[in-house]
Nanobody
C-alpha cells in the first residue's frame, strides 16, 4: 500500500504565498512522477503541475507564472509553492503519484486533498 499525505492548505489572504507538501509512504520501490491537481467548487479537476523523478516539469499554462513545483526524491515528497494567490485559486488541491511498489508493478495514487481558500 502506498499513501500520499498532503499538508499546507487552509485559509490564505489574497496575494499570499503558501506552500503545499505531499509525502508518499508505504511500499515504494520507485516514484516515477508526482503532481498536483485542483478542483474548484462546481468545476472539474484540473492539472496544476507535475514533476518527474528526473526533475522535468509540466505546468498548466495559466498557472506557470505563479506556481512552482519541486520535489525531494530522498524524502518521497513533492511541494507546490503558490505565489500571488487569487480568490479564483480557491480549490481542493490533490496530490497524485505514479509509483512502482515493485520493479514490475505500477500504481496511481491520490491523496485525500487539502483545501486552500483564498480570501479577498
Amino acid at each position: 500500500q502506498v499513501q500520499l499525505v498532503e499538508s499546507g492548505g487552509g485559509l490564505v489572504q489574497a496575494e499570499g504565498s503558501p506552500r503545499l507538501s505531499c509525502a508518499a509512504s508505504g511500499s515504494i520501490f520507485k516514484i516515477a512522477d508526482m503532481g498536483w491537481y485542483r478542483q474548484a467548487p462546481g468545476k472539474q479537476r484540473e492539472l496544476v503541475a507535475r514533476i518527474t523523478s528526473g526533475d522535468s516539469t509540466n505546468y498548466a499554462a495559466s498557472l506557470k507564472a505563479r506556481f512552482t513545483i519541486s520535489s525531494d526524491n530522498a524524502k518521497n515528497t513533492v511541494y507546490l509553492q503558490m505565489n500571488s494567490l487569487k480568490p479564483e485559486d480557491t480549490a481542493v488541491y490533490y496530490c497524485n503519484a505514479n509509483v512502482k511498489p515493485t520493479p514490475w508493478r505500477s500504481v496511481e495514487v491520490w491523496g485525500q486533498g487539502t483545501l486552500v481558500t483564498v480570501s479577498s
